[in-house]
């Protein structure tokens, strides 16, 4: 007949695998990180923008950037009901990523006309969904 474990004894049971999980965190080989961001506040933190490496190859940053520009080009359609504004996606120059709910890309946008924007997207690929938060003229110094 099997015994059923009491609920001091499964307390006691998952206080032991806390204590490993916890020295084993400590313990970790280098170049590995923690899930939770448990580097003691010294990297990078969970929310935390990091650069996007290789834009100019990143086919994912560069529809980013596209989708940015044919967005903006709609909402000032539909606004103004004007196309003479109308802008033209050249390349993405830059990128941060930031995870949210979903992740945020904050994008430096050239248009074929030498003009710089700078656009924010919120990507959600659990729902196949993609925002424009922002589409702005970008502060070049």
Not at 19 to 46: C, I, M, Q, T, Y
Request: aromatic share 6%; charged share 30%; hydrophobic share 45%.
């Amino acid at each position: 007949m099997a015994r059923v474990i009491g609920p001091c004894a499964l307390l006691v049971l998952l206080v032991a695998c806390s204590a490993l999980a916890a020295s084993a965190a400590r313990e970790e080989p280098s170049g590995a990180r923690p899930l939770w961001g448990g580097d003691g506040g010294r990297g990078r933190k969970v929310g935390a923008r990091t650069e996007v490496r290789d834009v100019e190859e990143n086919r994912e940053v560069q529809e980013l950037g596209r989708y940015s520009v044919a967005e903006h080009n709609r909402r000032q359609r539909e606004e103004e009901g004007d196309v003479r504004g109308r802008l033209e996606f050249h390349r993405v120059v830059s990128a941060q990523r930031q995870v949210v709910a979903g992740i945020k890309y904050y994008l430096r946008v050239a248009a074929a006309d030498d003009r710089v924007f700078d656009a924010v997207v919120v990507v959600k690929p659990w729902l196949q969904s993609r925002a424009l938060l922002r589409f702005a003229p970008a502060d070049v110094e």
